[in-house]
C-alpha cells in the first residue's frame, strides 16, 4: 500500500544520499497512519531516521524536535533497540550544541 512505498522511497533516497528527498518521503510516510506491529514499529522509528537526516543537514532543531518525539514515542519500548540508545546519545549531544 501506499504506506509501505512511501518508506520504501524515504529509505532510497536516504541511501542514494538525497536527504531533502528522503525527508520529503518520511514526512508523507508519518500522515500514514500504522496498522498492525510491524508497520507501527516502523512508523515510529521513522522519527529517528527524520532525526539523523536532519542533523545530517545541519537543522539541529528539527532533529532534536525528531529524536525527542522518537524517543517520547518508544519510551515503552524495548529498550536494547539500538536506535533508542542512538537517539539518546545524538539527542544529548545536539543538546550541547
Known amino acids: 500500500g501506499a504506506r509501505e512505498v ?3 522511497l524515504a529509505y532510497a533516497f536516504m541511501k542514494k ?3 531533502d528527498k ?3 518521503k518520511y514526512l508523507e510516510f508519518l500522515k500514514i497512519e500504522p496498522l498492525g506491529y510491524e508497520a ?10 527524520l532525526g539523523r537526516l536532519y542533523e545530517q543537514k545541519g537543522q539541529t532543531a528539527e532533529a ?5 518525539r522518537f524517543l517520547e514515542i518508544w519510551k515503552d519500548g524495548d529498550p536494547d533497540l539500538p536506535a533508542l540508545g542512538d537517539a539518546k546519545k545524538r539527542l544529548a549531544a545536539l543538546a550541547g550544541s
Do not use: K, P, S, V
Not at 40 to 49: D, G, P, T, V
Not at 64 to 68: L, S
Open 17 to 19: 544520499g538525497d536527504n
Open 40 to 49: 507501527q514499529e516502523n512508523w515510529i522509528l521513522a522519527r529517528y531516521e
Open 22 to 24: 528522503a525527508i520529503e
Open 6 to 8: 512511501e518508506e520504501n
Open 64 to 68: 532534536r524536535e525528531y529524536y525527542g
